[in-house]
């Protein structure tokens, strides 16, 4: 999996910033998940290797207009570029009307499968490698974070058994890495377990829409290799932050440090912020949790 950064300002875009996007996407299939479609986000998307026909499913935290303002553009450039794969969309209550209004009264549409679920905190989606977990936040409107697990991998083959039960090659090999019991064409039946490795632990990446300090942060956060949140304000601007359902520089890092984080990555700065006072920004979250960088538009991260 990795992660790309398609916007990473609040509010208004600004010279340097564009407003909120990130892209998730998984090396073994090929697909991309997006989170967040603020305005010009596909332009950002072009300005990339992502390919909107391996688009999937776009996650969208809340309903405000830096985080949306984009879908209606996206998804009608999506449907004239005569992609037809079908797109899952996932956000707040309000979101299937925004997007139904947005067509109708711009007398617009789209030619492939278009499925728009509105969540609620829990399991929103799972599948044989996946799963994605909606808690809600804390902002002034409705707004969720989401938790994505990747299910823990079956470990290697081990040859040394394979050899040792005179296991020949073939196809019942793929299934047994997969963890599936199989049967040989002699007819023995082998169980996976005796020819694979200790499992290996999959992936977390948890990625949080705007928010004030909550608890749920940090249930969605707990153990994660990676956090996405957002550091809107400086340390010393905590009550305008948190009172209009921001987190500031040092919130953001504290968040991680409780939920025991391998990496934090903050993100959603205020426009106000240019490019010389983000070393200053840095050093009040390393100051609490050290392992944090700061994110800008286009960066790529291996998860």
């Not at 209009?244 to 990555?265: M, N, W």
């Amino acid at each position: 999996m990795y992660l790309t950064f398609l916007g990473t300002c609040a509010g208004t875009p600004s010279l340097q910033r564009n407003v909120t996007s990130i892209a998730l996407t998984f090396s073994t299939k090929g697909e991309t998940w997006l989170f967040d479609c603020g305005e010009a986000t596909q332009h950002q998307f072009m300005r990339t290797p992502l390919k909107p026909g391996r688009l999937e499913k776009i996650f969208i935290t809340h309903l405000h207009g830096d985080h949306i303002f984009g879908l209606p553009g996206m998804l009608t450039s999506r449907s004239m570029s005569s992609i037809v794969t079908p797109l899952t969309l996932y956000g707040p209550k309000g979101l299937k009307t925004f997007i139904e209004t947005a067509l109708s009264i711009s007398g617009s549409w789209v030619d492939f499968p278009l499925d728009i679920i509105e969540v609620e905190p829990g399991v929103i989606y799972e599948d044989e490698q996946y799963r994605v977990i909606a808690q809600s936040l804390n902002h002034v409107i409705p707004c969720y974070g989401y938790r994505v697990e990747q299910h823990d991998l079956p470990g290697k083959l081990d040859e040394q058994f394979l050899k040792a039960d005179n296991i020949p090659a073939g196809a019942w090999l793929q299934q047994l890495k997969k963890g599936k019991n199989v049967q040989l064409p002699d007819g023995r039946e082998l169980v996976a377990q005796r020819y694979l490795g200790p499992s290996q632990k999959g992936k977390v990446v948890t990625i949080l829409g705007d928010t004030a300090p909550c608890d749920n942060a940090i249930l969605l956060a707990k153990g994660a290799d990676i956090l996405v949140h957002e550091a809107t304000l400086e340390a010393a601007m905590a009550e305008k932050a948190n009172g209009r359902g921001h987190s500031t520089t040092a919130q953001a890092a504290l968040i991680a440090q409780q939920a025991e984080v391998s990496q934090l990555i903050a993100t959603h700065f205020s426009s106000r912020y240019r490019q010389h006072d983000m070393p200053r920004l840095l050093a009040e979250c390393r100051g609490i949790f050290t392992n944090t960088i700061f994110a800008s538009d286009f960066m790529v991260i291996d998860v």
